[in-house]
């Protein structure tokens, strides 16, 4: 159980444009979900949470105009690279929990982003 | 705020021994504890947890060590094999707000035969 599934796995964009994420709970409904970064040989660094029905809430020095995110469902948010940059690329990996005081979360596998 | 390190950025250990991965954590009002395995180009998987009220938990092949006084954790790891390959990360957050999960460097672990 608790499966998340990320779409896609790998995307090559070009310097100005936009790329969306997607993150969903295949088998739980998550409340909320967790989008982090993570740079080569680096860990997981928290970018933001993501709730149902509700505006993210980000981590300091993220901005939220460049990195949009919506929790339209239980099952599904989205992280959109806006207006993306080389320093944009990345590993994006999102998470999701069903029930955060009792549950861990469990990770997508993660986007490849590579802005050109 | 919350730091977490890693003793040891590499660790090699020859197939069929126990590796032992550790990890420190500064904040003491950290309650909840994960351990995650991460092989390239994948998404972290979640190995075992240990929440504050417990000093050890064992899972298959794993077992974690919580030393709240010296704000201390480890991964245990019987019988390492060449699959085990990967790189952990432990994480330290506060029960009911998993969302701040602070994660460590990570330990790149290495089997060999």
């Known amino acids: 159980g608790a499966v998340v599934s990320q779409h896609p796995s790998r995307v090559i964009c070009k310097s100005g444009t936009s790329v969306k994420i997607e993150c969903r709970s295949l088998d739980f409904q998550a409340t909320t979900m967790f989008w982090y970064r993570q740079f080569p040989k680096q860990s997981l660094m928290l970018m933001a949470t993501s709730n149902e029905g509700s505006k993210a809430t980000y981590e300091q020095g993220v901005e939220k105009d460049k990195f949009l995110i919506n929790h339209a469902s239980l099952t599904l948010s989205t992280l959109t690279v806006t207006s993306a940059h080389p320093e944009d690329s990345s590993f994006y990996i999102c998470?999701?929990?069903?029930?955060?005081?009792?549950?861990?979360?469990?990770f997508g596998n993660g986007t490849r982003l590579t802005v050109t | 705020g919350e730091s977490v390190g890693l003793h040891l950025p590499t660790l090699s250990v020859q197939e069929g021994d126990n590796s032992i991965i550790n990890c420190a954590y500064s904040?003491?009002?950290?309650?909840?504890f994960i351990w995650y395995k991460q092989e390239s180009g994948k998404g972290p998987q979640f190995i075992i947890d240990?929440?504050?009220?417990?000093d050890k938990r064992q899972g298959q092949r794993v077992t974690v060590l919580l030393n709240k006084t010296v704000k201390h954790l480890s991964l245990q790891i019987a019988a390492t094999q060449p699959g085990d390959s990967a790189v952990y990360f432990c994480?330290?957050?506060?029960?009911?707000?998993?969302?701040?999960?602070?994660f460590g460097t990570g330990t790149r672990l290495q089997v060999t035969l």
């Open positions: 994480a330290a957050g506060y029960t009911g707000t998993a969302s701040k999960l602070t």
């Open positions: 240990i929440r504050s009220n417990m």
């Open positions: 998470s999701a929990s069903g029930d955060y005081n009792n549950s861990p979360l469990h």
């Open positions: 904040n003491s009002a950290s309650d909840y």
